[in-house]
């Protein structure tokens, strides 16, 4: 819970006016317990031995009594109620009262902003951020496996806006290469104007299997693609024409995709918008005396230690065209020169460990200091992702699938309310099962993918997250939020409120408007605990939109 810096500050403040200290030795030295859901615990721990490491207190002294003096001192303040001093740690719990009250206070100012709002964050630098992710192929539809990217990008975009960064969203798409060659040339034989219209995707994704077959057998087809290619690098009108109707149309496409997810981006790009910096790199790479040149005839540079080339990475084939990390560096020195980022994010699937361990290599080898901000997220994939009609190739198809899964489920319940869009609110579920479910386990481990353990309505699910807070609401629409009228804190002393205040998020929140009801309650009790169930709300709906997900407000 992010009011327990107000806490920290507070007792760390009289501590340093009351021993002569500096505060900050005293917050290192002060930390959150975690809650436990069976038993009561303390809020916060002193180390004492912390203070002694760090030269706060003489390490000549006796621990205990140095423990003890601690502990009155603790004692003697007005946020502290309860003391727990063992040797070498004091175990304390703050004012009951005060933490209903600060804590709430918190929540209601925060009800109608997005973010983090706490003094825990006003010493951290706000700077500017590039995130790349999602990333798909053009002229292609939506290939299922670009989720996990989109949804993780996504959260740590929207987590680095929360946290009052500048955040700028990169779509860096796949738009260049020989298979454009080849899609150009297939088009040409096989492609229709008036298909490409009704459908744009489905038919360039049937061009590309049908070339892909004939070429198989037909050499001229090969040669054709390499044409096709050679005219678009060398910008002839035609060839760039028709691979620019290609990519406007897939983004068109990808943005309805991306609507639906609830994703934006604030620049589409892609490899072709580097092609010319590429060569600009190369030209670079040589005057610092970084590229070396092959038996082969391909440009390479050496990364080992040792200076050996027992490690090393391409950067130039034997024509003189560029590699995929050649673009590379050109996007991230472009990136640097045009936003000035204090740190870039990319996020792609952990088979491009390498790659990017090599970029950022190559550019600390440039002379680019900056490259150690650049950071690589790495994630597994998704194994055995599939629909009733078999194997999933289009993410449509799945969120089309978890859209029809979750109405039939909501037909089904008792308890489903009568709503005017069920559709939406089906999609809407349905999207955060998929969310939840892509975080639940190790980021960079593989998972199984299962469609009715996805859709659970009890448990760790994203269904269940919808569904506390839809409850939330419900109750809130009912009777009120607890704003009018006098509030008492002491109202709200019971281990069930303090244990709600303490977790917040944790799902004691979900089986909380049971224990502690509104209906039938005395006007004074049923205010103070819809204040609470009011602010665990706004906690619940900003942290759902963090991780990507639209709150729906009943189900």
Same mark, same amino acid.
Not at 157 to 183: C, H, P, T
Not at 270 to 289: D, I, P
């Given at each position: 819970?992010?009011?327990?810096?107000? $806490?920290?500050?507070?007792?760390?403040?009289?501590?340093?006016?009351?021993?002569?200290?500096?505060?900050?030795?005293?917050?290192?030295?002060?930390?959150?317990?975690?809650?436990?859901?069976?038993?009561?615990?303390?809020?916060?721990?002193?180390?004492?031995?912390?203070?002694?490491?760090?030269?706060?207190?003489?390490?000549?002294?006796?621990?205990?009594?140095?423990?003890?003096?601690?502990?009155?001192?603790?004692?003697?303040?007005?946020?502290?109620?309860?003391?727990?001093?063992?040797? %070498?740690?004091?175990?304390?719990?703050?004012?009951?009262?005060?933490?209903?009250?600060?804590?709430?206070?918190?929540?209601?100012?925060?009800?109608?902003?997005?973010?983090?709002?706490?003094?825990?964050?006003? !010493?951290?630098?706000?700077?500017?951020?590039?995130?790349?992710?999602?990333?798909?192929?053009?002229?292609?539809?939506?290939?299922?496996?670009?989720?996990?990217?989109?949804?993780?990008?996504?959260?740590?975009?929207?987590?680095?806006?929360?946290?009052?960064?500048?955040?700028?969203?990169?779509?860096?798409? !796949?738009?260049?290469?020989?298979? $454009?060659?080849?899609?150009?040339?297939?088009?040409?034989?096989?492609?229709?104007?008036?298909?490409?219209?009704?459908?744009?995707?489905?038919?360039?994704?049937?061009?590309?299997?049908?070339?892909?077959?004939?070429?198989?057998?037909?050499?001229?087809?090969?040669?054709?693609?390499?044409?096709?290619?050679?005219?678009?690098?060398?910008?002839?009108?035609?060839?760039?024409?028709?691979?620019?109707?290609?990519?406007?149309?897939?983004?068109?496409?990808?943005?309805?995709?991306?609507? =639906?997810?609830?994703?934006?981006?604030?620049?589409? #790009?892609?490899?072709?918008?580097?092609?010319?910096?590429?060569?600009?790199?190369?030209?670079?790479?040589? =005057?610092?005396?970084?590229?070396?040149?092959?038996?082969?005839?391909? %440009?390479?540079?050496?990364?080992?230690?040792?200076?050996?080339?027992?490690?090393?990475?391409?950067?130039?084939?034997?024509?003189?065209?560029?590699?995929?990390?050649?673009?590379?560096?050109?996007?991230?020195?472009?990136?640097?020169?045009?936003?000035?980022?204090?740190?870039?994010?990319?996020?792609?699937?952990?088979?491009?460990?390498?790659?990017?361990?090599?970029?950022?290599?190559?550019?600390?080898?440039?002379?680019?200091?900056?490259?150690? =901000?650049?950071?690589?997220?790495?994630? !597994?994939?998704?194994?055995?992702? @599939?629909? =009733?009609?078999?194997?999933?190739? $289009?993410?449509?198809?799945?969120?089309?699938?978890?859209?029809?899964?979750?109405?039939?489920?909501?037909?089904?319940?008792?308890?489903?309310?009568?709503?005017?869009?069920?559709?939406?609110?089906?999609? @809407?579920?349905?999207?955060?099962?998929?969310?939840?479910?892509?975080?639940?386990?190790?980021?960079?481990?593989?998972?199984? $993918?299962?469609? /009715?353990?996805?859709?659970?309505?009890?448990?760790?699910? !994203?269904?269940?997250?919808?569904?506390?807070?839809?409850?939330?609401?419900?109750?809130?629409?009912?009777?009120? /939020? %607890? /704003?009018?009228?006098?509030?008492?804190?002491?109202?709200?002393?019971?281990?069930?409120?303090?244990?709600?205040?303490?977790?917040?998020?944790?799902?004691?929140?979900?089986?909380?408007?049971?224990?502690?009801?509104? @209906?039938?309650?005395?006007?004074?009790?049923?205010?103070?605990?819809?204040?609470?169930? #009011?602010?665990?709300?706004?906690?619940?709906?900003?942290?759902?939109?963090?991780?990507?997900?639209?709150?729906?407000?009943?189900?």
């Amino acid at each position: 819970m992010h009011m327990a810096c107000y $806490f920290r500050r507070s007792i760390a403040s009289k501590l340093s006016r009351a021993l002569g200290r500096s505060e900050d030795a005293f917050i290192s030295a002060l930390c959150a317990i975690p809650v436990s859901k069976k038993q009561q615990s303390p809020d916060f721990r002193l180390s004492v031995n912390t203070l002694l490491r760090n030269g706060i207190l003489p390490t000549n002294g006796d621990l205990q009594a140095q423990t003890e003096a601690l502990a009155s001192q603790l004692k003697q303040d007005s946020v502290v109620e309860e003391i727990f001093a063992g040797r %070498g740690v004091i175990h304390f719990r703050v004012s009951r009262n005060l933490l209903v009250q600060k804590v709430l206070e918190q929540l209601c100012q925060e009800r109608h902003t997005f973010g983090v709002k706490s003094e825990l964050f006003d !010493g951290l630098k706000k700077g500017t951020t590039v995130v790349e992710f999602s990333s798909p192929n053009i002229a292609k539809k939506f290939h299922a496996g670009h989720l996990r990217s989109t949804i993780i990008g996504n959260f740590i975009a929207n987590l680095k806006e929360s946290l009052g960064n500048n955040v700028i969203r990169v779509n860096y798409l !796949g738009d260049w290469g020989m298979q $454009f060659g080849l899609l150009g040339a297939g088009f040409q034989l096989f492609g229709c104007q008036e298909k490409l219209k009704k459908n744009p995707l489905q038919h360039l994704f049937d061009v590309y299997v049908q070339v892909n077959k004939e070429a198989e057998n037909n050499e001229v087809i090969g040669q054709a693609a390499r044409e096709f290619f050679r005219q678009l690098e060398q910008q002839e009108h035609q060839a760039l024409l028709l691979w620019k109707q290609f990519r406007e149309i897939t983004v068109e496409e990808y943005q309805q995709v991306y609507k =639906r997810l609830g994703v934006h981006f604030d620049i589409y #790009s892609g490899e072709s918008f580097h092609q010319q910096q590429a060569q600009e790199v190369v030209q670079q790479l040589q =005057r610092r005396g970084l590229l070396k040149t092959t038996e082969k005839g391909t %440009g390479v540079v050496d990364l080992s230690s040792a200076g050996d080339m027992s490690s090393y990475s391409t950067v130039l084939r034997s024509d003189g065209t560029s590699l995929y990390i050649t673009r590379d560096l050109a996007a991230a020195i472009d990136r640097k020169e045009r936003y000035n980022f204090d740190e870039m994010i990319y996020v792609t699937d952990k088979s491009q460990g390498i790659h990017f361990q090599q970029l950022f290599q190559i550019l600390l080898a440039m002379g680019h200091s900056w490259a150690e =901000r650049c950071q690589h997220v790495p994630f !597994g994939l998704v194994q055995g992702m @599939k629909t =009733r009609l078999g194997e999933v190739v $289009f993410l449509e198809d799945v969120l089309d699938e978890a859209r029809a899964r979750m109405l039939r489920n909501m037909s089904q319940s008792k308890t489903t309310k009568e709503m005017v869009y069920p559709e939406d609110t089906a999609e @809407k579920v349905g999207i955060s099962a998929l969310i939840v479910q892509d975080f639940k386990g190790p980021l960079g481990s593989d998972y199984k $993918f299962d469609w /009715d353990r996805i859709l659970q309505a009890q448990g760790d699910t !994203g269904v269940f997250l919808q569904y506390t807070h839809a409850r939330l609401c419900s109750l809130i629409h009912r009777y009120g /939020d %607890g /704003d009018e009228g006098a509030f008492d804190p002491s109202l709200l002393l019971d281990q069930r409120s303090i244990s709600i205040l303490q977790h917040l998020l944790r799902h004691l929140a979900a089986s909380a408007h049971r224990e502690l009801p509104v @209906k039938g309650s005395p006007q004074a009790v049923a205010q103070a605990r819809l204040r609470l169930f #009011s602010g665990v709300c706004t906690v619940l709906a900003n942290g759902m939109k963090i991780l990507g997900i639209t709150p729906v407000d009943k189900m």
